[in-house]
């Protein structure tokens, strides 16, 4: 396949998410509707090689640092500083999924399968590589099989899930900016700073008429390389996203980057739909025969594991105050991680708010806890869980 047929391809598979995303309230994520279509599409035609065709891989991981530059522009460090709650939620989740896996999976599908699904079911590529290793070590195909199908599947389980919750905090937030509470939507809270206004202003402000799309592009990238080159000094100690991230927070806060920079350049579309393609990559390993093969294990894992989440979910909500549907969407964030949590935050804003103030009132009430629970959980403490969990198997 041509490299224009292949993006066409991919727009086409894109646009039908994000129409029947639109259409159901966000109740099925684009990310949702796409991945089921791309692993279908696969099994009845579709070239395995659709992403190396469409020549597009290694631009959308190249452009991973940037958009995380983006996502820090999106925050105040000010209004995120309750986050501390999310922190603590996030971390609860993933060691209730493992906890459940081990303790009820086991009996009933094998502590061979129970083990290893905390892997990928507590985060993503890095700990199911951990499990992955360990299993081919061992010389345990079918669990090998087994962790990649978990990987592959695990949106179809927490997507749906987040949309849902999410949705339902969507309108209780629109209620609450529709009663002229805009402001102080949560419990204690202080008006929200600025956004447009940096902290400690350390550089100039960039004139508005050379905020031209190049110049913020270069500035977004500028920081992200001096990250991703922080990152490999530091040996690798901190993950280069998340260096991209707290970067992009920073030169945010001294005035270097501009608020929703990526925005202001008209890029963020562009951006994301490359950022999408690693996400459904590994669709193309999903064939109906291991589907079939493992699809008890599978379903067992991932219902243990959302029961152990919904847990949690329910008791930080009496603990903390949230509601218990953001609860459990900060929970089952380790079942997609970014950019899923910045996709399916922004679907539900668009979808559930009618006008541009509504849709930024629910998008500031839920995105900082989905990104730090997202970052939490997939980026970080998935992989200190793996490595103790991998000495069980």
């Known amino acids: 396949m041509n490299a224009v047929t292949a993006l066409l391809v991919i727009a086409v598979v894109y646009s039908i998410g994000d129409f029947v995303a639109q259409k159901t309230k966000a109740v099925c994520s684009m990310l949702f509707v796409s991945g089921i279509i791309f692993m279908v599409g696969f099994w009845f035609g579709i070239p395995a090689t659709l992403f190396e065709d469409a020549v597009i891989v290694k631009l959308a991981i190249a452009l991973i640092p940037m958009l995380m530059i983006h996502m820090g522009t999106l925050m105040k460090l000010r209004d995120l500083k309750e986050e501390w709650k999310t ?41 199911t590589l951990i499990m992955s290793e ?10 090998l099989v087994f962790v990649t199908l ?10 749906p899930v987040a949309s849902v919750c999410l949705s339902r905090e969507g309108r209780r937030l629109r209620e609450i900016f529709r009663r002229g509470e805009g402001l102080t939507a949560d419990k204690g809270s202080k008006a929200k700073s600025n956004p447009e206004e940096p902290t400690w202003r350390l550089f100039p402000a960039t004139p508005k008429d050379l905020q031209t799309p190049f110049i913020l592009i270069m500035k977004a990238m500028l920081v992200g390389w001096l990250a991703v080159m922080c990152a490999k000094a530091l040996g690798g100690v901190i993950n280069q996203f998340v260096m991209a991230l707290i ?18 350049a008209n890029s963020t579309g562009l951006a994301l739909f490359a950022l999408l393609v690693p996400i459904f990559m590994s669709l193309n390993k999903a064939t109906p025969q ?14 243990v594991s959302v029961v152990g989440i919904a847990i949690v979910a329910f ?10 549907e953001m609860c459990l969407a900060v929970g089952v964030c380790c079942l997609f991680g970014f950019p899923g949590t910045f996709i399916v935050s922004q679907e539900v804003a668009n ?24 970052f939490t959980t997939v980026t970080i403490a998935s992989v200190f869980l793996a490595g103790f ?3 069980l198997l």
């Open 290 to 303: 291991m589907v079939a093969s493992l699809i008890f294990p599978i379903v067992v894992a991932f219902a």
């Open 389 to 391: 969990l991998v000495k």
């Open 351 to 374: 979808a559930v708010g009618e006008t541009s103030e509504e849709r930024d009132f629910i998008l500031t009430g839920i995105l900082p806890k989905m990104l730090v629970s997202g």
């Open 134 to 143: 360990a299993a081919k070590a061992k010389g345990l195909e079918t669990v």
């Open 87 to 127: 922190v603590i939620i996030a971390l609860g989740a993933i060691v209730a999924a493992a906890a459940a896996l081990f303790i009820i999976g086991s009996p009933i599908i094998g502590k061979e399968y129970a083990v290893p699904a905390a892997g990928p079911i507590s985060g993503g590529v890095v700990a």
């Open 150 to 159: 978990l990987l592959v599947l695990q949106n179809f389980v927490g997507l």
């Open 247 to 264: 970067f992009g927070i920073v030169f945010y806060e001294i005035g270097f980057l501009e608020h929703k920079i990526l925005d202001k």
């Open 315 to 324: 008791v930080s909500s009496k603990i903390f105050g949230y509601t218990w």
